[in-house]
């Protein structure tokens, strides 16, 4: 069998071959793509693909080459100098040119196991490394925000510390209307800062909502208890009772029950931007009864208990009797 030596190449000598990589249709651009374009779809694909948010097996592949692709795109002249490569199909092994190695040198002393990018990235190198310029995403941070209930509808800003090295890092955070408890926010390229061009990092927010001393939360509904004077629940009446934007009045039908939920539309939880109303407010009916009555009104209470038909525990009768 004959065996097969890999020779080194000398001082700016391009000897050994390459594998091509179309770096535009890995970003999914045009080849006459603006770098505003090439920015954009680079980000998308980074986060996308990032090993912290993706789960794929391909995941960190597909992000080491969106990367790649980037940092030989974003430079002008690395640029022009893989345009001048011409097109071919992506896997095909090639070496450049002689009239390419003359126009952009690469420095070093040895071409073994170079690929397209370190190829790219040595061109005119002085004493840096082959991946020195890559683009390297900020970093993410998490945190947990305790909010009330009325910043929750409304919305708030919220200063937060971040452990970004000795110093730490210190944000101003704005929590948008109409967050629930337990929700997680994702607050894009707010995190670290990116090196190299790299997208900047996430902050993912996770929000508890404190109890409430008066209102109970289901989603964006909220339910309070409503107490009533028997003859309120009787009679019906217009109370004043409390929503998260201040106190309305509420009509209680007459012959309301203990337990009834009377119901007052778009005055719950907000749902933020988008909705032009939040959640509904449910009043809870319980009714209570006086402990101490004047003379005048124990008299009223046995008369009326005299004169009523009212009997709660008999059995209703079948309609039609």
Not at 92 to 106: G, L, M, N
């Amino acid at each position: 069998m004959q065996r097969v030596h890999r020779r080194r190449a000398g001082p700016n000598c391009i000897g050994q071959q390459v594998k091509y990589k179309d770096y535009y249709a890995v970003l999914g651009v045009p080849h006459d793509a603006t770098l505003e374009q090439i920015r954009k779809a680079y980000r998308k694909l980074a986060r996308q693909h990032h090993p912290d948010m993706s789960k794929a097996p391909d995941a960190e592949a597909r992000f080491k080459d969106a990367a790649q692709a980037y940092a030989a795109l974003k430079d002008p002249e690395k640029r022009a100098a893989y345009d001048e490569l011409g097109r071919r199909p992506p896997g095909e092994e090639f070496a450049p040119p002689p009239q390419w190695r003359s126009a952009h040198p690469v420095d070093g002393a040895a071409f073994d196991d170079m690929d397209l990018a370190d190829l790219l990235a040595a061109l005119h190198r002085q004493q840096a490394s082959p991946r020195a310029t890559m683009p390297r995403a900020g970093r993410d941070f998490e945190a947990t925000a305790q909010i009330n209930l009325g910043e929750a509808h409304r919305g708030t800003v919220l200063s937060l510390r971040f452990d970004d090295g000795a110093d730490g890092l210190t944000l101003e955070v704005t929590v948008p209307p109409g967050v629930t408890d337990g929700q997680k926010l994702r607050l894009r390229g707010k995190g670290g800062k990116g090196s190299h061009g790299g997208i900047d990092g996430d902050i993912y927010l996770h929000i508890h909502v404190a109890a409430d001393p008066v209102f109970r939360v289901d989603g964006h509904d909220l339910y309070f208890d409503l107490t009533l004077a028997p003859w309120e629940a009787v009679l019906g009446a217009e109370i004043e009772v409390p929503t998260l934007d201040g106190p309305v009045l509420l009509g209680v039908p007459a012959g309301t029950r203990s337990g009834r939920k009377l119901r007052l539309r778009g005055r719950g939880l907000g749902k933020g931007k988008g909705h032009t109303t939040g959640g509904d407010l449910y009043a809870v009916v319980r009714i209570d009864v006086p402990t101490t009555l004047s003379a005048r009104e124990q008299a009223i209470f046995q008369e009326l208990a005299s004169i009523s038909t009212f009997r709660p525990r008999e059995p209703a009768k079948p309609k039609g009797e």
